[in-house]
């Protein structure tokens, strides 16, 4: 990304560095447990039927949220409060596997973290694909693309780190600690931006 002494060039760039932060460090906090998800749906007293049905219970809410949710046509003031509350939804299904005891649980959970997705990803794209320089659209899509790969891969190697040689409690106490930084950095972009518009 260059820098430019623009100062609205400069804003774009940094709600750009803001959103994908926030993002990166959510998709870090969902992926610890990806490498052993198996294992946490198996200690909960679940068996492969009920990881694959979890799994399935997610991306069906997941999908039918998305299009139930963005259906509606939202103004921007909207679209970004809707941003947030998506954003925080998903947090408290994270926050939900230190509750988990039995897969009824875990399908509640999958709900709220689907359903916090669902409303939250769509007006993210959107949001970063405003403040993607046209320069450097290409890069910046690329760099967003190519992180995500990159922390996925991370989480699923601090995942099986963590479980291998410490317990899940663990696990879940640091995916609770990431996704709240994620959140924290969604209301900063938020209020950021409604003070930005307030401006204009």
Same mark, same amino acid.
């Given at each position: 990304?260059? &820098?430019?002494?623009?100062?609205?060039?400069? &804003?774009?760039?940094?709600?750009?560095?803001?959103?994908?932060?926030?993002? #990166?460090? &959510?998709?870090?906090?969902?992926?610890?447990?990806?490498?052993?998800?198996? $294992?946490?749906?198996?200690?909960?007293?679940?068996?492969?039927?009920?990881?694959?049905?979890?799994?399935?219970?997610?991306?069906?809410?997941?999908?039918?949220?998305?299009?139930?949710?963005?259906?509606?046509?939202?103004?921007?003031?909207?679209?970004?409060?809707?941003?947030?509350?998506?954003?925080?939804?998903?947090? $408290?299904?994270?926050?939900?596997?230190?509750? $988990?005891?039995?897969?009824?649980?875990?399908?509640?959970?999958?709900?709220?973290?689907?359903?916090?997705?669902? $409303?939250?990803?769509?007006?993210?794209?959107?949001?970063?694909?405003?403040?993607?320089?046209?320069?450097?659209?290409?890069?910046?899509?690329?760099?967003?693309?190519?992180?995500?790969?990159?922390?996925?891969?991370?989480?699923?190697?601090?995942?099986?780190?963590?479980?291998?040689?410490?317990?899940?409690?663990?696990? #879940?106490?640091?995916?609770?600690?990431?996704?709240?930084?994620?959140?924290?950095?969604?209301?900063?972009?938020?209020?950021?931006?409604?003070?930005?518009? &307030?401006?204009?």
């Amino acid at each position: 990304m260059k &820098s430019n002494s623009n100062p609205i060039a400069r &804003s774009i760039n940094f709600f750009y560095r803001l959103l994908v932060s926030s993002y #990166i460090i &959510s998709t870090f906090s969902e992926g610890i447990i990806l490498p052993v998800y198996a $294992i946490f749906v198996e200690k909960i007293g679940g068996d492969a039927l009920s990881a694959g049905t979890a799994m399935g219970v997610f991306l069906i809410t997941q999908g039918v949220f998305t299009i139930f949710v963005h259906k509606i046509s939202w103004s921007k003031a909207q679209q970004l409060r809707l941003l947030v509350f998506g954003w925080f939804i998903w947090t $408290i299904g994270i926050a939900s596997y230190l509750i $988990i005891s039995n897969v009824w649980m875990l399908f509640v959970t999958q709900i709220l973290t689907a359903s916090g997705n669902a $409303i939250a990803d769509p007006i993210f794209e959107e949001e970063l694909a405003d403040h993607t320089d046209q320069r450097s659209e290409e890069f910046e899509w690329g760099f967003f693309e190519g992180s995500k790969d990159v922390v996925s891969g991370l989480a699923a190697i601090v995942g099986g780190v963590i479980v291998g040689l410490y317990n899940f409690s663990l696990l #879940i106490y640091l995916m609770i600690f990431t996704a709240s930084i994620s959140f924290i950095l969604s209301l900063y972009y938020y209020r950021r931006r409604v003070r930005m518009q &307030s401006q204009s």
